[in-house]
């Protein structure tokens, strides 16, 4: 079972337009997340792959993961888990050592959020190193399930910043129709 | 900790016994490693290549700050001689754990070292100001005579140094040493030294705290070693009388005293065993790989005093409450192939079993199971041994060599075996071209009992 791109469009629309703040909706093989912003716009979370047949609220990627501890959480210092990967999801991991940005500047709108839609030349996320922000690319295609990081956070080099649930679907959509962006992307 | 290897770990147990928190700053390739496994915290910093990790004065100044180290420690190599980084820590209020910047500049620059040294009458080696170029060396070695040794000025620890026997060979090693210095060092400036052929490397131990308190920690003696490189050290050094033992102390003290040298420093020499006569080599601003030996016959844990140094405390004693006793010996443990050249022989470990016994010491970082990176120099352990005498000290190197087992790489534990029964090493007649001379024309046999000398092995 398919959803169309028009079909997509139309259920961001009503959840924009609800007093709903969240839709889950698993379709065969599809499973659609739609959460609200706080300004009102819908953000979508569209996972990949096989859903989950039983019922119920589908985790967001890498909730339950995190079994591959990182070097800081092997000694006990409070950590930033380095979540091992879900199938079917990728990792954007950190080219340097420093601390995580996630804005552009102070107060303005996050790169990215979860549910945003990226380009592998998209930037994510600034790492600062001594007053230099260098500039991390998405490096794959799809949408951001996860953020590890909090602005202001020191990264190890190799650290796991982000996870990104490629989507078939929508990158053949988006040939189709330029228009089509994902809201929040 | 900004460096890796045995020196990390030695920095990270010093910590530990004075209660200071560790965090390793570790490459990709270390993450692994015993200074990973034993500091309180690690953190990746980069790459397995150490111009992209271990050579990042701001990575790892920005590692130091984001896990809230107030201090960091460079070992040595990489960083430990290069101001930039001690340069960083001064400006962001981080405490670099050695001397100040500008002491490092002033004996980094090899050229600028011999001139300051000259200036408090201490003995430099005979040779030149800069040489600019061809012309200006024909010149300046038909003056001094041949052969001559060119040097690179931005170098040091026996790296960027050319023999020249004579002028035909001067033009196109002239040019070679700059292009290499250019190519090494950013710095193609070029200096010559008189050539002497048999001398021994003497160094001094110096400790300095921050109120100008100097003392030494007596002397060092690495006269074996390979093309520059040392692979056996030994403390108090066998070929000096008492007073010339005590003038190259002096000297050494004074050097740094005059300099207003701040935490460990080694200053080295060449002794001239034909004349008697010493001279200024070049300063190491850093803890030193053979620093244990001076540790065994003294007593002071050099490291930990390096770190008390570096916290503004006064050095615990005087120069007459350091007791020098015993005699101690240090062998390098290199991951090489001695049959190759010495050829760097990377790999994995299979067995590691480390020799044991009284008055036997290892620093290492390595282990059964563990990889040896080719990314990084071929240090695996230093065996060091303290007898009552030279010959007790002897004795147990040969025992602790023979009981140490490493399996699944080459090491150069087979001929410093053989060394040990070289009757020139035990008789201390051995100069700095000593090992590469044995290497071209070995003696017929080692002379003594068990054990088939290296070169049979072949």
Redesign the interface.
């Known amino acids: 079972m398919d959803l169309t791109e028009d079909e997509v469009t139309q259920i961001l629309k009503w959840i924009e337009d609800s007093n709903f703040d969240e839709l889950d909706l698993i379709m065969g093989e599809i499973k659609l997340v739609v959460k609200k912003r706080r300004d009102g716009s819908a953000v979508k979370e569209e996972v990949a792959g096989k859903a989950p047949t039983q019922a119920g609220v589908p985790e967001p990627a890498g909730m339950e993961a995190g079994k591959e501890k990182s ?2 959480d ?2 006990g ?1 409070k950590g930033r888990a380095e979540e091992s990967l879900e199938e079917g999801l990728s990792a954007i991991r950190s080219p ?4 995580f940005y996630r804005c552009p500047a102070p107060g303005a709108p996050p790169y990215v959020e979860v549910g945003s839609f990226v380009e592998e030349g998209d930037t994510v996320c600034l790492i600062e ?2 007053k ?1 922000f260098n500039a991390v690319k998405a490096g794959v295609k799809g949408c951001i399930a996860k953020i590890f990081p909090e602005t202001g956070q ?1 990264v ?4 796991t910043l982000f996870f990104v649930s490629p989507d078939d679907r929508i990158q053949k959509k988006e040939k189709h129709e330029k228009n089509f962006q994902a809201p929040g992307g | 900790m900004a460096n890796r290897g045995e020196i990390a770990v030695r920095i990270i147990r010093a910590c530990r016994e004075l209660g200071i928190k560790s965090v390793a700053a570790v490459s990709e390739a270390d993450k692994d490693s015993m200074a990973a496994k034993i500091a309180d915290r690690a953190i990746c910093i980069g790459p397995a290549r150490p111009t992209e990790s271990y050579l990042r004065a701001d990575i790892l100044l920005c590692a130091a700050r984001g896990t809230g180290c107030d201090a960091i420690h460079p070992g040595y190599g990489f960083l430990a001689e290069q101001p930039d980084l001690a340069e960083l820590c001064r400006q962001h209020g981080v405490i670099f754990i050695g001397p100040s910047p500008e002491s490092l500049r002033q004996m980094g620059n090899k050229l600028l070292a011999r001139e300051t040294v000259r200036h408090y009458s201490v003995p430099v080696i005979p040779g030149s100001g800069k040489v600019r170029d061809v012309k200006e060396a024909y010149g300046m070695a038909e003056k001094m005579g041949y052969p001559i040794l060119i040097k690179a000025s931005a170098g040091g620890g026996g790296k960027g140094i050319k023999f020249v026997m004579g002028p035909e060979e001067l033009k196109v090693t002239f040019e070679t040493a700059a292009a290499e210095a250019r190519m090494a060092f950013g710095d193609e400036t070029l200096y010559f030294e008189r050539f002497f052929s048999n001398v021994r490397h003497i160094e001094v131990q110096i400790v300095a705290d921050r109120s100008g308190n100097v003392i030494h920690v007596g002397e060092r003696d690495c006269s074996m070693q390979r093309r520059y490189q040392k692979m056996i050290e030994e403390a108090p050094a066998p070929s000096l009388s008492d007073r010339q033992r005590e003038e190259i102390r002096q000297a050494g003290v004074t050097i740094a005293r005059e300099m207003k040298y701040e935490s460990l420093g080694t200053v080295e020499f060449i002794f001239d065993q034909n004349t008697k006569q010493f001279y200024f080599l070049e300063m190491n601003t850093r803890i030193q790989v053979e620093h244990p030996v001076s540790e065994m016959i003294s007593g002071i844990d050099l490291v930990k005093e390096q770190i008390r140094i570096a916290a503004d405390e006064p050095l615990p004693w005087s120069q007459s409450e350091v007791q020098l006793t015993g005699h101690a010996i240090e062998c390098r443990i290199n991951a090489e192939t001695p049959e190759l050249g010495f050829q760097p022989c990377p790999g994995r470990i299979e067995q590691w079993v480390e020799p044991q016994g009284t008055g036997i010491r290892v620093d290492s970082h390595c282990y059964s199971g563990y990889f040896i990176s080719p990314y990084y120099d071929s240090l695996m352990a230093k065996v060091i041994t303290l007898g009552m005498d030279r010959s007790e000290a002897i004795e147990r190197m040969r025992s602790a060599l023979e009981g140490f087992v490493v399996t699944g790489i080459d090491t150069t534990i087979p001929f410093l075996r053989d060394i040990f029964h070289q009757p020139d090493y035990i008789k201390g007649q051995v100069h700095t071209r000593w090992i590469e001379e044995f290497l071209d024309s070995p003696p017929s046999s080692g002379g003594e009992e068990e054990g088939p000398p290296f070169q049979e092995a072949r």
């Open positions: 070097l800081c092997v000694h210092m340097m050592l420093g601390t190193v001594m230099v020191l190890e080099y190799g650290q």
